[in-house]
């Protein structure tokens, strides 16, 4: 199975700052790979898809880049509505794998 | 409105079964392949499985965890899809998620979740 490496577990922003988030693949994946959000007692959300392309109607404060087995998520700007745990899902290989989650919270 | 809905969550004892509905509106279903995620409480998210579309047969892929004890299947004609739970867990419990081909690119969509507990 894809082991994803998800980086950091959690961290502590303020509004306006940009954050990073990052997944390893254990395995090249070409560009298979989801970023989602997750806000507490809601379904997930995808953000990007194919590594790099903006779900429509997501802000453009978001963005994700990469390839093979490196990852990144970028959130420019944060907003206060952007306090959430954020997953990748990699859907190159069965069974499809997502990262362990990243808690951004408010510092 | 296109939407999914899921039903069909329970408690129920170790060993028994349990079947979980999706039903989807607003879209073309039967084009669409349909995944079930999983996350137990406090934790990540858990791909569970898919099944295609007719066009392929129906076929199916699943998580090791569940493999040989769960089961897909869908009906196009009631546009739902359904998750056959059989020889649960404790570690089964979770708030199950259906939602639209997450590897497409076609616009992303997911049902709100229903609750499974296996408990006695």
């Known amino acids: 199975d894809i082991q994803m490496t998800q980086s950091p577990s959690s961290l502590s922003a303020s509004v306006g700052d940009r954050v990073t988030i990052t997944c390893r693949a254990s395995?090249?994946?070409?560009?298979?790979l989801g970023w989602y959000q997750q806000k507490p007692g809601k379904a997930p959300k995808r953000l990007i898809y194919?590594?790099?392309s903006l779900e429509s109607g997501v802000p453009s404060r978001f963005s994700g880049s990469g390839s093979g087995t490196e990852f990144t998520l970028t959130i420019n700007s944060l907003q206060p509505e952007d306090f959430a745990t954020y997953y990748c899902?990699?859907?190159?290989?069965?069974?499809?794998?997502f990262g362990q989650g990243t808690k951004v919270e408010i510092k | 409105e296109v939407q999914l809905v899921e039903s069909g969550g329970n408690l129920v004892q170790p060993g028994g079964s349990l079947r979980l509905s999706c039903a989807a509106s607003?879209?073309?279903?039967?084009?669409?392949?349909m995944d079930w995620v999983r996350q137990a409480p406090g934790k990540g998210l858990e791909w569970v499985g898919r099944?295609?579309?007719?066009?392929?047969?129906?076929?199916?892929e699943y998580a090791a965890s569940v493999k040989g004890r769960f089961t897909i299947s869908r009906d196009d004609s009631k546009n739902s899809v359904f998750l056959q739970m059989n020889s649960l867990k404790t570690e089964d419990t979770a708030v199950f998620y259906c939602?639209?081909?997450?590897?497409?690119?076609?616009?992303?969509?997911w049902g709100q979740g229903t609750l499974v507990t296996v408990s006695s």
């Open positions: 607003g879209f073309s279903f039967s084009d669409y392949y």
């Open positions: 899902l990699q859907h190159y290989n069965y069974p499809w794998t």
């Open positions: 939602a639209r081909d997450l590897g497409a690119r076609a616009q992303s969509l």
């Open positions: 395995q090249g994946i070409r560009n298979d």
């Open positions: 099944i295609r579309d007719k066009a392929h047969a129906y076929t199916t």
């Open positions: 194919a590594a790099s």
